[in-house]
Structures are given as C-alpha cells and as structure tokens.
C-alpha cells in the first residue's frame, strides 16, 4: 500500500477516499486485479491506460476505490519500496505500507496539487518519528 492510506497507518493525520497499491505489471497480477474485482463485486479498469500504468477498482454500491499502479513517481522501482515496506496486521492479514519516506517522495515527484496539499503533514510526521527513533524528545512536538 501507498499513498495517503499508508500514510495514515504510519500515523499521518491524512485523509483519502480510496486506497492505493504499488504492484509489478505482470499478466498475472493483471489477471489477480480482475479476480479481485469479480470477488468485491466491483469494476475494474485502466482510466488512463497505457500512459499511467494505473488500473482502478471501483464497486458503485458503496464508492469502493482501489488503485492499483504500476508505477510510481519518485522511486526507483517496485522492489526498492517493497524492502522497506513495514509490515502491518490487519484482521489477522499480513499488509505491506510503503515507507513514509518513500510516500512522500513519490508526492512530491508527482507534483499533484493534492499530493502537495499534504506534504507538510507527512514530513512533519516522518520528522516526528525519527526524532522519536533517536530518543529526542524535542522533535517530537514541533507540530505543536
């Protein structure tokens, strides 16, 4: 996962409306994306196909979307987010969240009005926890 979501597990105060995955773009996974959306009941689609990268899932029944891209601005490949990707429980399933690091990375990439929007609040985020990491407390309250 990436994104605002992720952002948000790591403890971002951020909001989004739909959740985004970083995937390799395989013809399998490709094949996964379709099953997924039969299994949700959902939709699923390349909006911006081929020049994204992006394939989206949405179930109209209750405004269910999950974006699913094969690329991401700012990074330097699937593999690199993966190995530092923390590994969260959620119900009882195993989620990898990208890196705060790399979130922001990728946003400020982007460039999006909207990734830079939030950029503030996730580097004072990701401030906060290395500050926390290195057992200062000072930086700790500097969103105060």
């Known amino acids: 996962m990436i994104g605002n979501a992720a952002a948000a597990l790591h403890g971002a105060p951020v909001t989004t ?12 996974n490709v094949r996964k994306l379709k099953k997924v959306a039969g299994a949700l009941g959902a939709t699923a689609f390349a909006p911006f196909y081929p020049v994204s990268g992006m394939f989206r899932l949405i179930r109209d029944v209750d405004g269910l979307q999950l974006d699913f891209m094969t690329r991401i601005e700012g990074v330097s490949s699937f593999n690199s987010v993966r190995a530092k990707a923390a ?4 119900d009882g399933e195993k989620l990898l969240i990208a890196d705060l690091a790399d979130i922001i990375a990728s946003k400020r990439a982007a ?15 990701l ?13 700790a309250s500097e969103r105060e």
């Open 17 to 28: 409306l739909d959740v985004d995955f970083f995937i390799p773009k395989t013809p399998t």
């Open 87 to 90: 590994v969260v429980d959620v």
């Open 111 to 125: 460039g999006r009005p909207k990734d830079l929007a939030v950029l503030h609040e996730l580097e004072s985020t």
């Open 127 to 139: 401030e906060e926890q290395e500050a926390q990491r290195r057992g200062d407390p000072a930086g």
